[in-house]
């Protein structure tokens, strides 16, 4: 039996500053193969290369990834800032059209840290540049030093909506979380549901309300260890359901509440 296709949306990196590539992460790759159960494609994200036409034929969902260039602000209406940090705006020209092209139709993707991020800003939302220098935040950035385990290691609770989307996904409304991001929501787009926050109140989980299709998104980093993560796991399932549903010509509803 064939396997559906997740595109993995890829980041810009030069390697050794000077030779240009398109990167998804290894984590990513595993966790839709393992997890999804599906062939991960990693998409280069320049639209010199890529079309929105294109992708949605090519692929049956699309999981957008973390990384450190940030959307740019002017896709939300603010100016430029040191505090913003690096951009990558062949990414944001890729995605963020994407996003809402997948919202019509009903096709399944996931957004994690930078993606749920896109997702927001996609839908009209604005973001925040530096979450830690809001009065009453943590730092919700990566730990600078120390090993992979410690750097991706469950720092803080998320509690989700009771009998929201994400309680009944998970069974409890309360779960640990890592946490690796700079960035978060202002302001949250037309349509966007915060269904899950940090002790802080920093949104942490989020879905398109109404949308056709799977749609749900996280400031986590739950590809980490997927398949063997009790937090992990349940989300890329979802999500290959959801993907195998789309390529198997299976139209069925958005994950629901009980």
């Not at 999981?63 to 040191?82: D, I, K, M, W």
Request: charged content about 20%.
């Amino acid at each position: 039996m064939t396997r559906p296709v997740v595109g993995i949306i890829g980041n810009h990196y030069l390697l050794n500053d000077e030779y240009p590539t398109h990167v998804g992460g290894t984590m990513n790759s595993e966790a839709v193969a393992e997890v999804c159960h599906a062939v991960p494609l990693v998409v280069p994200t320049d639209p010199r290369l890529v079309s929105t036409g294109d992708l949605l034929e090519v692929c049956d969902g699309f999981l957008f990834t973390g990384g450190q260039p940030n959307v740019h602000p002017e896709e939300y209406g603010e100016p430029e800032t040191e505090a913003h940090g690096a951009f990558d705006r062949a990414r944001d020209a890729v995605t963020l059209p994407l996003i809402r092209a997948l919202v019509d139709r009903g096709q399944p993707f996931f957004g994690i840290c930078r993606g749920f991020q896109e997702v927001n800003v996609a839908m009209g939302g604005t973001l925040h540049p530096e979450i830690r220098d809001l009065p009453g935040r943590m730092n919700h950035r990566m730990p600078p030093d120390g090993s992979l385990e410690e750097k991706f290691a469950l720092r803080h609770p998320v509690t989700f909506s009771e009998g929201g989307v994400f309680h009944h996904l998970f069974g409890t409304r309360e779960v640990m979380t890592n946490t690796l991001h700079g960035q978060g929501i202002k302001q949250p787009g037309k349509r966007i549901v915060i269904d899950g926050s940090a002790p802080d109140g920093t949104p942490e989980a989020i879905y398109v309300e109404g949308a056709p299709g799977f749609t749900l998104s996280v400031q986590w980093h739950p590809e980490y260890r997927a398949a063997l993560d009790p937090v992990s796991r349940p989300l890329f399932e979802a999500f290959g359901e959801a993907v195998a549903d789309w390529a198997a010509g299976r139209r069925t509803p958005a994950l629901r509440t009980a």
